[in-house]
């Protein structure tokens, strides 16, 4: 069965530095999430990301925050100058169309450490 | 807005006993689906069964069924003969109309106990 891929599985950093997430969506998908799940809390959305632009995006993603899909088939969640807060579980999820009733399927995480 | 309310921290079963794991959820669009996340102490995300608003009937997924109670605004996920594999946090998530992000609950830990 397809899946989403992400990588690294995990990634520690230091504060200040910029950090790149990868992720290879389900081929034939064609909307794209990042969210991300502090230790303990919810999972919550950061962006979405449809026709090579994004769609919508959460508070928490601010300036420091950006996505690419640099070719076919990579779309990746950079994090300019890292602080400790942004310590986190991050996933990549990707849906066959932007509707009510398709579910959005989940890579496995990269679980970032910022020291 | 959509909000999703979990109460249930965490919940015990007995292996091969079913257990209801509880979700209301609120929302003003009339189109929306409702989602269930298993999340073993892996950390991944598993999607396990999706009820739309306009369903006549409650979703089955082999063992997982979803009590669909419009009215009452509720999608509690039932899990019937629980296996010890079944421990693990479980997420209830919806989506109104359109292409909007997933709203997640708190979600619930279960523990299936031998």
């Known amino acids: 069965e397809p899946e989403v891929t992400q990588t690294p599985s995990h990634q520690v950093t230091q504060m200040g530095q910029e950090v790149i997430l990868r992720c290879v969506p389900i081929?034939?998908?064609?909307?794209f999430y990042w969210y991300r799940q502090i230790l303990g809390q919810k999972v919550e959305f950061l962006v979405s990301f449809y026709n090579n632009e994004i769609s919508e995006k959460s508070e928490i993603f601010d300036d420091q925050f950006s996505v690419e899909r640099p070719d076919g088939s990579n779309f990746t969640l950079k994090i300019r100058s890292t602080k400790l807060e942004d310590s986190a579980m991050y996933f990549c999820a990707s849906s066959s169309e932007g509707v009510s009733n398709q579910p959005q399927h989940f890579g496995d995480g990269t679980r970032l450490s910022i020291l | 807005a959509q909000k999703i309310t979990q109460t249930q921290p965490g919940m015990f079963v007995q292996e091969k006993e079913a257990v209801t794991l509880d979700c209301t959820y609120d929302t003003s669009d009339p189109s929306y689906g409702l989602f269930w996340y298993k999340q073993p102490s892996s950390g991944e995300m598993i999607f396990l069964i999706y009820q739309g608003s306009y369903d006549q009937q409650n979703a089955t997924e082999g063992r997982y069924s979803l009590n669909f109670q419009k009215a009452r605004k509720s999608a509690n996920l039932v899990i019937s003969a629980s296996q010890l594999g079944d421990s693990a946090m479980y997420f209830c998530a919806m989506r109104a109309s359109g292409n909007t992000p997933l709203v997640f609950g708190k979600g619930t830990r279960l523990s299936v106990i031998a």
């Open positions: 081929s034939n998908h064609l909307y």
